[in-house]
T-cell receptor, first 114, second 114 residues
Framework: GENVEQHPSTLSVQEGDSAVIKCTYS??????FPWYKQELGKRPQLIID?????GEKKDQRIAVTLNKTAKHFSLHITETQPEDSAVYFC?????????????FGKGTHLIIQP | KAGVTQTPRYLIKTRGQQVTLSCSPI?????VSWYQQTPGQGLQFLFE???????NKGNFPGRFSGRQFSNSRSEMNVSTLELGDSALYLC?????????????FGEGSRLTVL
């Protein structure tokens, strides 16, 4: 299968609090899981990614965790700041009749309240 | 190093017409992927080209087609346009296959079908 489910679709948090976005995937052979951030009117940009040989990866205030058994991965943003307001997309490889591609979730609109 | 360039940036067409969009990848990148972005639907995969070969195709009708040239530049074509084809069309390039590493997105071509 090639479904990537992302939740929630909208997330509002107070500035300084943490935000967590979760994604599930269906293809157990998937081995690469990126997260993209898209600010209003701009192109999506990679913020962090994880490969299936590790369970967690951190980069300053952002981290990604991967649970291969449960087939889900999550984005964690700590000490949120106004510039974190954006739409975040998770993605996972998919197997389409033997040819892999990259499928994106539908996105999470993160709103940082002052 | 120049980024991914998409042309045209904006265009307006009427139902039944056809349109061709162009994408110039980052120099040295062999993969070009195309995505349709609409509000609420996120980034929907259209197709990926790698070394002039279509690697895979998303769940779009045959009216959507593409190709890649020997210099890795890619075009996508939509024939017999429908109102529902109005969207932002994003292309992304990567050195290797799209499911193996970072995608570099262009700014997109915004298509409006009247």
């Amino acid at each position: 299968g090639e479904n990537v489910e992302q939740h929630p679709s909208t997330l509002s948090v107070q500035e300084g609090d943490s935000a967590v976005i979760k994604c599930t995937y269906s293809d157990s052979a998937s081995n690469y899981f990126p997260w993209y951030k898209q600010e209003l009117g701009k192109r999506p940009q990679l913020i962090i990614d994880i490969r299936s040989n590790v369970g967690e990866k951190k980069d300053q205030r952002i981290a990604v965790t991967l649970n291969k058994t449960a087939k889900h991965f999550s984005l964690h943003i700590t000490e949120t700041q106004p510039e974190d307001s954006a739409v975040y997309f998770c993605a996972a490889p998919a197997n389409r009749g033997g040819a892999d591609g990259l499928t994106f979730g539908k996105g999470t609109h993160l709103i940082i309240q002052p | 190093k120049a980024g991914v360039t998409q042309t045209p940036r904006y265009l307006i067409k009427t139902r039944g017409q056809q349109v061709t969009l162009s994408c110039s990848p980052i120099s040295g990148h062999r993969s070009v992927s195309w995505y349709q972005q609409t509000p609420g639907q996120g980034l929907q995969f259209l197709f990926e080209y790698f070394s002039e070969t279509q690697r895979n195709k998303g769940n779009f009708p045959g009216r959507f087609s593409g190709r890649q040239f020997s210099n890795s530049r890619s075009e996508m074509n939509v024939s017999t346009l429908e109102l529902g084809d109005s969207a932002l069309y994003l292309c992304a390039s990567s050195p290797g296959l799209a499911n193996t590493g970072e995608l570099f997105f262009g700014e997109g071509s915004r298509l409006t079908v009247l």
